[in-house]
């Protein structure tokens, strides 16, 4: 039972090109969330999705990141025209739905995606 | 306001020793989880143990568990016999509302370091 799967690992960009991030979430798991960690800090969230549908992107950023959950295929997080400040780690997560109250509701996190623009 | 702060950049303990990781949060909310990750130099995160907010027991997992004093807003992590490979940091993370989703706020961190 694979868990969270992330890739790539790492991933290099110049100034200005696109950077797309995969996540496939574990098995049964339909329920996908996209963080961010900026060096030698704390897990920031930026989106939440179920299939084909954003709940909540109150955490993205308005301009250049996008994210979509397709009905088939993994969760793309999309960073257009990079910068060096979109340089940090993007960690996706996955969970069971409908997670409330009680054991066995939490989310279980990829391995990251780590960035860096040059 | 920070909802979830951890006041110890970096601890350290000595091999087979007990040590206790503190957190504590801020939340008007009756219902909410409490949870703590590990995340070792290779980055991934590794989820520990978790809290309900309704949870009567505090929480154990094998060597991990959560001292959860809700009237004072604390859920300290206490890892028992500690291992060299215990040493990463780690997060507290809390969610808030019933049956919501894993919209987590993550602290800043502790990092330990298990000396032999």
């Known amino acids: 039972n694979a868990g969270v799967m992330q890739n790539p690992r790492h991933l290099v960009r110049r100034r200005g090109q696109e950077a797309r991030l995969r996540c496939s979430p574990m098995k049964g798991h339909s329920h996908v969330y996209w963080y961010r960690q900026l060096p030698e800090e704390g897990l920031k969230f930026m989106v939440y999705?179920?299939?084909?549908?954003?709940?909540?992107e109150s955490g993205m950023p308005k301009e250049r990141f996008s994210a979509e959950f397709p009905k088939e295929g993994p969760s793309i997080l999309r960073i257009q025209q990079v910068v060096r400040g979109d340089s940090a780690a993007y960690f996706c997560a996955s969970s069971l739905k409908p997670p409330g109250q009680g054991p066995n509701t939490e989310a279980f996190f990829g391995q990251g995606t780590r960035l860096t623009v040059v | 306001a920070q909802k979830i702060t951890q006041t110890q950049p970096g601890m350290f303990v000595q091999e087979k020793e007990a040590v206790t990781l503190d957190c504590t949060y801020d939340t008007s909310d009756p219902s909410y989880g409490l949870f703590w990750y590990k995340q070792p130099s290779s980055g991934e995160m590794i989820f520990l143990i978790y809290?309900?907010?309704?949870?009567?027991q505090n929480a154990t997992e094998g060597r991990y568990s959560l001292n959860f004093q809700k009237a004072r807003k604390s859920a300290n992590l206490v890892i028992s016999a500690s291992q060299l490979g215990d040493s990463a940091m780690y997060f507290c993370a809390m969610r808030e509302g019933n049956g919501g989703y894993n919209k987590l706020i993550f602290g800043a961190g502790t990092r330990l370091a298990v000396h032999p």
């Open positions: 809290q309900g907010s309704y949870d009567q």
């Open positions: 999705l179920q299939k084909e549908n954003i709940i909540d």
